[in-house]
């Protein structure tokens, strides 16, 4: 299978009043057969209960395919205790998910896309916060531009010294055989997609770093 072309794939979206009991049923397939023992599915129950002031599910379906959920991601607004907002507002996309056999393919993409046309240009938002212990997912992240927080992948285990946490994330984020690994424990690595270069450039002032940058390759022009 080639990569999808966007006329393949539809991206829908859906507010806190929108999730049905049916397509929280397509999610909890979703998230069940993406990763052992993921609580991603218990924790997008919490949400919906909470009803955080914004939130924003994007659902990617293919075309033809119109009870299978391909990939899910939620934008919301979600503070946590382990983050440093440095006055930004806490808006994160989480809950993200890409069926294992549809990986690869653009989905994960267009998700993101969709994500940040919707913040950057309808919410107005600066940044974009994220965390994960996926190695997949932050591979993308990292490809779509985010930029990682090196103190959190200095840190991520307390056994290692900081330089050799930083070379097993090189490794694990550049090597294919790892993309379906998971870190086993720890808030996960902190990332977050900028609105633009002067955002980026504040964030790249307090430690943030392209994927690029951590591969060592030199810094790009772009956020």
Not at 54 to 72: H, N, Q, S, T, W
Not at 196 to 201: F, M, N, V
Request: negative net charge; charged residues 30%; glycine residues 10%.
């Amino acid at each position: 299978m080639k990569a999808l072309h966007d006329s393949e794939i539809e991206v829908e979206r859906l507010s806190l009043g929108e999730v049905s009991t049916e397509i929280l049923g397509q999610l909890e397939r979703l998230y069940a057969d993406a990763y052992r023992g993921s609580r991603m599915y218990r924790s997008l129950l919490e949400d919906v209960e909470e009803g955080p002031g914004i939130f924003k599910l994007f659902l990617a379906r293919r075309i033809g395919y119109p009870d299978e959920v391909a990939g899910a991601r939620v934008i919301e607004l979600k503070p946590h205790s382990f983050i440093e907002y440095r006055g930004y507002e806490p808006l994160h996309g989480k809950r993200f998910c890409v069926s294992p056999p549809l990986r690869g393919f653009g989905i994960g993409r267009a998700l993101i896309a969709e994500g940040s046309r919707y913040s950057f240009q309808e919410l107005e938002a600066r940044a974009i916060f994220g965390e994960s212990n996926e190695i997949g997912a932050l591979a993308l992240a990292g490809r779509e531009g985010a930029l990682f927080l090196v103190e959190s992948i200095e840190n991520r285990s307390a056994r290692n010294f900081p330089r050799e946490n930083a070379d097993f994330f090189r490794e694990f984020i550049i090597n294919p055989k790892f993309r379906s690994y998971r870190f086993p424990v720890g808030d996960g690595v902190q990332f977050a997609y900028c609105r633009d270069a002067e955002i980026a450039a504040d964030f790249r002032a307090h430690g943030h770093r392209s994927m690029r940058e951590l591969l060592g390759v030199n810094p790009e022009k772009q956020p």
